[in-house]
Every structure is written in C-alpha cells, then in structure tokens.
C-alpha cells in the first residue's frame, strides 16, 4: 500500500508542475518540455528518499529495495515521458 501511495505521489507532482508550468515566465513557451524536464530530477530524488527511508527506517536491504525504487520512479517517469511524446507529436 505504501508503494501505491508514493506512486501517486509522483503523479500529483506531475500533475502540479504541468499545470504550474505554463503559469512560469521561464518555460520559455515550452511549458510541457519545461515541466517534464523539471519533474524528472525532482521525482528521482523524491524516489531516492523514499529508498533512503525503506532502507535506514524499515530495515530493508538495497537489494530489497531497488526493485521498488524502479517501479516507484519508473511509473510516473515513464508516464511523464509519454505525455512529452504525445504531446510533441501533435504539434509538430
């Protein structure tokens, strides 16, 4: 249940950073590429953390939790890459 939790955490800071992208003077009228190019290395450490936690606090091994860390940062990365594909398709 907690992997599901941070997960859509992931998705809502996803979720924000596309809605709040547009609103930035510095997405330079690139507001999906900005958000997505900002989400990515913010979602990794966020990802990184909760590792840290599952690891330091939870009594986990790294090798136990390297596959929940790929699954917790892949599924909302590869989501967020999805939507920059999608999204660069059709304005081109």
């Known amino acids: 249940m907690h992997t ?36 990515l290395p913010l979602w990794f450490v966020g ?3 909760n590792l840290w ?9 790294v090798m136990e939790e390297a596959p929940i860390f790929l699954l917790v940062f892949g599924v909302p990365a590869l989501a967020g890459l999805l939507i920059l594909w999608l999204t660069s398709r059709i304005v081109r």
């Open 4 to 39: 599901i939790k941070v997960i859509g955490i992931g998705f809502a800071l996803l979720g924000i950073l596309l809605v709040a992208a547009p609103r930035l003077a510095v997405s330079a009228g690139r507001p999906i590429p900005f958000a997505i190019r900002l989400f």
């Open 47 to 49: 990802a990184l953390i």
């Open 53 to 61: 936690i599952g690891v330091s606090r939870a009594g986990y091994t």
